[in-house]
């Protein structure tokens, strides 16, 4: 693809700059107006990153408004709720306000997302280090993210072997993955656990009823980790959700000198993660692990490249994911890559969420690993066809990885933070 003169990448920056504006509520930005209308932990780190060189200051209360909603158990909540726009499922549905580990007076969902929020940090210590107040930010967070990583360490390695168990598709970041169709197809059948007026012709048994029902019962719980551990239905070892983990594990031990802690208890943390990945979860490729049923998920998506963002992954094995990566099941078929999901799935739909469409955050990060192992053909390749993604379409949330058309939300405040980065690179690798 030829790059569009320079006047274009200041009018797209511009532009993405003024949707995170719009989006920012004066403590948070929410991921798009209307539709998304709090704070979402993941889509919190993604927004840093993309305003780590242009408004570190931002970035910075935008992370600390997030860990705002940490609990004592070091949870982070994929939801802190700050406002009273409405919102399902919200406070009522969560009910934090009855759990002794939840913030007081400030209601939160009851579950967490990848713990990408190190690496925001580390993202903006790299970008904005001669700035006065980086490094007491640093050190200020540091700990909040050591008790991050702690929870998953004790509550979450429901297997045994060093990897976090995700308990509900909405932790992924990758909610409608079909990854996990098999464990939600082995669920109870549920009718009408909720209802939304915009869609009433909606099939009364679902997924989507099903992630209700996991959300109440972890909740009727007590938000319980002897329950996740001996219980609950839904435990899967996801391989993108554990790549970020080890990359904020890394971004840590950056971290430790600057905030004046040591870095082992991390880097041995990241070991273990490294090797339950390829021991647990590698078979030609990397794929979810059904801790339930005891066996892996056969399905081929984008997060099965997560394990790229390892620095330390060995030649050979970086060699045969960019293999797949780059071939017609992937990349290869697909004008606007990655597609979520593997183009010859039966599973594969191009239009809908996480079953085909392509995303500028897993781009991002797919890109990100690439640059990490001097892949730069690759990642130039990822970063162009990225933004060509967001001038033909707009901020969206996804994408059509045949026409690049848009889909879902428009405005959507990770493809514009992502976007800044983006620009920034290519002008200043």
Request: net charge negative; proline share 8%; hydrophobic share 45%.
């Amino acid at each position: 693809m030829e790059a569009r003169p320079g006047v274009d990448d200041a009018a797209l920056g511009r532009e993405a700059q003024a949707v995170l504006d719009a989006n920012w509520t004066g403590s948070a930005t929410v991921p798009a107006p209307g539709l998304y209308p709090h704070q979402w932990s993941l889509d919190s780190a993604y927004v840093a990153i993309g305003l780590a060189r242009g408004n570190p200051e931002r970035a910075r209360a935008e992370l600390a408004n997030l860990f705002r909603g940490q609990w004592r158990t070091g949870m982070v909540p994929h939801i802190v709720f700050h406002s009273t726009a409405n919102y399902f499922p919200g406070p009522p549905v969560w009910r934090s306000h009855e759990c002794a580990d939840a913030p007081n007076g400030l209601a939160t969902s009851g579950l967490t997302q990848p713990p990408l929020q190190a690496l925001a940090v580390w993202w903006l210590w790299r970008h904005a280090a001669a700035d006065p107040q980086a490094r007491a930010f640093v050190r200020h967070v540091y700990p909040l993210l050591l008790a991050q990583h702690r929870y998953l360490e004790t509550a979450r390695d429901l297997g045994g072997d060093g990897l976090a168990a995700i308990v509900h598709p909405w932790e992924s970041g990758m909610d409608d993955s079909p990854a996990w169709d098999p464990p939600l197809d082995a669920l109870p059948t549920v009718r009408y656990a909720y209802h939304r007026e915009e869609l009433p012709d909606r099939h009364p048994d679902n997924h989507h009823d099903r992630y209700v029902w996991l959300a109440l019962r972890y909740r009727d719980s007590g938000y319980s980790a002897a329950y996740l551990r001996q219980e609950h239905p839904f435990a899967i070892e996801d391989p993108l959700f554990n790549a970020i983990w080890l990359a904020s594990c890394e971004a840590l031990a950056e971290l430790a000198p600057v905030a004046g802690a040591d870095p082992r208890g991390v880097l041995e943390t990241a070991e273990r993660i490294r090797w339950a990945l390829t021991a647990r979860l590698w078979d030609g490729l990397f794929y979810a692990r059904d801790l339930r049923a005891g066996r892996l998920i056969p399905v081929a998506t984008v997060g099965s490249f997560g394990p790229l963002l390892d620095p330390r992954m060995p030649v050979d094995r970086v060699a045969a994911l960019v293999g797949v990566l780059e071939s017609v099941r992937f990349m290869g078929a697909t004008g606007y890559p990655v597609p979520s999901c593997e183009i010859r799935a039966a599973e594969f739909d191009r239009a809908r969420y996480w079953r085909g469409p392509s995303w500028v955050n897993t781009n991002w990060l797919l890109r990100h690993a690439a640059a990490t192992h001097q892949l730069t053909d690759l990642a130039h390749a990822l970063e162009a066809c990225t933004l060509r993604l967001v001038r033909q379409a707009g901020f969206r949330e996804c994408f059509d990885p045949f026409d690049g058309s848009g889909r879902g939300c428009r405005d959507f405040s990770w493809s514009a933070a992502l976007t800044l980065d983006l620009l920034a690179d290519s002008v200043d690798p």
